[in-house]
Every structure is written in C-alpha cells, then in structure tokens.
C-alpha cells in the first residue's frame, strides 16, 4: 500500500527552489558557485517598514487577526489600488494571505472543478500548472514567440477557449521572461474574455513595482471584464519583503468570500505584524517613494549590462525585459553540443552543465513551459553578474 496519496506523488517539486536548493548545497560543499536561480530582491527591506513592524510588537498586535486580513491592511490595499491602479475595490473584496503564491493557489481551488481547464500562456510561472493539476483541472499551454516578447496574442486566446475554459492566467511583469502587456494589448485580450461570460482571468502583478517602461496596467481597468478578473498582488518583490510572506487578492465578492472561506480552515489569518509592516507599505506611493525608485533603477542598470553581456554571447537569442528581474534567453543552438563527456541536449541539461561546468546557478526552461531556454536572474551584485556572465561564455564556448 502507498504511504503518501497520489495528489503529492504527482506533484512536482519547485524547480526554482531545487536550483536554488542544489546552489546551496554545492556551497556549503566550499564550491565557488553564483546563484542567479532565486526570485528575490537582493535589498533589504525600507526602514519605515521595519519600524512600523516594531511598533506592532509593541502595540501588542500578538494575536489572531480577522481571516482575511485586519480592516486597516485592507482599506490601505484599497487605496494602493485606487492610486497606483485606477480600480476600485472595497475592503470586504480583499483577502490578504501569506505570500501571492498562497493567494494564487486558493483562487484556483475556489473555482476549478475537475475536468475544468485553465489557460496558461507558455513560459509561465512554474506553479501555475500545480496549482491547477492540485485542482484536478486541465492545462491548456498556449505557446509564445520570442520574437513576441512572449506575449499570447488575442488571436491565440480565442482559438484556445472551448466550453470548458473557466479560467485565464498570466503575470504581468512576468516571470520568467520579464516582458509585460500594454494597456493596448489587455484591451485585446478583455475583448476576447468579454465575449465569453463563464471566463474568469486571473492577473499576477507581484513585479508591478519593478517596471522599466511606465506606467503599470491592469486588466481590471477593462469595465466589460473587471467583475471576472481577480488581481493577485503582494509585498515580496517590490518592496523587498520577501520573507514577510503577505500577499493578497482584490477580487469579485463572491469568490473573496470563497478564498476567505478556505482560509479560514487552512492558515486562518497571516502574520499580525507582517500585515502591520504592510499598511506601511501599501502606503509608500511608487512615485514618490525613494525606496522604491531607487531599487527600481539599480535593476534597470543591471537590466541593460547583462543585455549587453548576454549579446556578446554567440548562439544565444536574448530579449531586452521592461520588468522584473529575469531573462529568460533562447540556448537551443547549443542542443545537442558537448564538452568533457557532457551532452546538452535540453534546458535541464543546459542548467546542470552551466552549474558544474561554470558554477553558475540557473533554471531550466522546461520548468516555465519552454525547454528552448534557460533562466536568469539579475537580482544580485554587478560584480557577481558580470564574473556570472563571464563563466556562462566561457562554458558555452567549449560546447563543440
């Protein structure tokens, strides 16, 4: 008899958290190894944060909040809202979890029955697909070009819907490609999703804040579509808060109602003094804020070295990102290349042999929907980057 059921059999560890896990490892091993696999903002987090969360403690915010949040967090997420967004929600259409991942999951398991399906544009986040299979609902990939920025197009949303199609997914910024769709190019897509009225969309904008190119656009601005569309924001990327794990949904009544609902019987309420920490933060306006601006252009400096660095690599296709803090570079002309008894012949392939060939840290392509590429990180030092980049050309030129 199986110990463990079959839901957990056929779930799929993290691949980004293995990298990063198997970085870790060979380093405690005293191996020289640079880590460009983890998602997280190598900043520390504001200090008016910080003290808004020592005020908490000495308040005596050390008991069980509401399941949803505190009335405070969610009138301050509202406000953020309406200031950076343009939208209009209120307080009881905010449920705040711990971390957007927590947030995402218990959206999917409020509306996908089994046999459901789910659109996901290809590359995609690695959880999406979990989180839908957890569902017991059917993936749909819908591939990207990179010559598109990776980015579906109507067309491709349209062709992709069938009767069973309950929901949409996508991040904007996104991981892992850093691209991210203009107001004009949502307006595409809530186009098709209002022509079909059992369709609901769920917009990831945890990167919102890192953006290199303007103004942040939601698909929720769209009127025809903003009751079926449920925004999944948090405080871990933009405002370096990583480890405080807040995330949250402002979303139609009745499935806040719902994620509450499920809340209540899995975690209950998230951190009181993380949720403190972050009415502080809702209310640092990204125009404004020196925090903020000043991480947002240390990573557009990064941004454009590494563009150049990974240019200057033959073979490898490369998009310039307008967000986050990713590239996710196209190295299928090495497939089928090999040095030392080491074959590439895919992107898993392609990230072990960069990290014990090179010592650099990535993730393979095939953990987001595209085998053709691999993951990078920028969130670490110039330094770092640039002896990173250095090793990756070094690596890549004994492939023959």
């Known amino acids: 008899m199986e110990i463990l059921s079959n839901r957990i059999l056929n779930m799929a560890e993290s691949e980004t958290l293995a990298m990063t896990a198997k970085a870790r490892e060979l380093k405690a091993q005293g191996k020289d190894v640079i880590s460009l696999s983890i998602g997280e903002p190598d900043f520390n987090t504001p200090e008016v944060v910080k003290e808004a969360a020592k005020k908490a403690i000495d308040d005596n915010f050390t008991h069980y909040p509401p399941v949803p949040g505190y009335a405070d967090l969610k009138e301050a997420i509202c406000t953020k809202l309406r200031r950076d967004n343009g ?53 749909v990939f819908v591939k990207t070009k990179l010559e598109n920025d990776f980015k579906v197009t109507p067309e491709q949303l349209e062709a992709a819907i069938t009767p069973r199609t309950k929901l949409i997914m996508f991040s904007s910024p996104s991981n892992p490609t850093g691209m991210l769709y203009t107001k004009e190019e949502l307006k595409g897509i809530a186009e098709v999703v209002a022509r079909h009225e059992n369709l609901f969309v769920m917009a990831d904008e945890i990167y919102e804040h890192i953006n290199f190119v303007g103004k942040h656009e939601s698909i929720a601005q769209f009127p025809e579509v903003k009751e079926r569309v449920i925004t999944v924001n948090g405080v871990a990327k933009g405002f370096a808060m990583t480890g405080w794990r807040i995330g949250f949904i402002a979303a139609p009544t009745v499935i806040a109602k719902a994620a509450n609902k499920l809340q209540g019987q899995v975690t209950s309420a998230t951190c009181s003094i993380a949720q403190k920490a972050t009415v502080c933060a809702m209310l640092m306006d990204p125009k404004t804020s020196k925090d903020i601006i000043d991480m947002r252009n240390i990573f557009q400096q990064r941004r454009d070295m590494v563009y150049k660095l990974l240019c200057d690599i033959p073979g490898l296709k490369v998009r310039l990102p307008q967000g986050a803090f990713y590239f996710f570079p196209d190295c299928s002309s090495y497939y089928g290349k090999s040095y030392n008894g080491t074959k590439v012949e895919n992107s898993t392939d392609m990230a072990f042999y960069l990290l014990n060939e090179a010592g650099v840290a990535t993730v393979m392509g095939s953990a987001f929907g595209d085998d053709s590429c691999i993951r990078l990180s920028y969130a670490t030092s110039e330094d770092l980057l640039r002896e990173a980049l250095r090793r990756i050309k070094e690596a890549l030129a004994k492939l023959q």
């Open 87 to 139: 939208l209009e929600y209120k307080p009881e259409q905010i449920v705040v979890s711990t971390g957007a991942k927590q947030s995402l999951f218990q959206v999917v398991q409020c509306l996908i029955n089994p046999g459901d399906e789910v659109i996901i544009p290809t590359p995609f986040w690695v959880s999406y697909k979990e989180f839908v299979r957890l569902a017991e609902g059917k993936c």
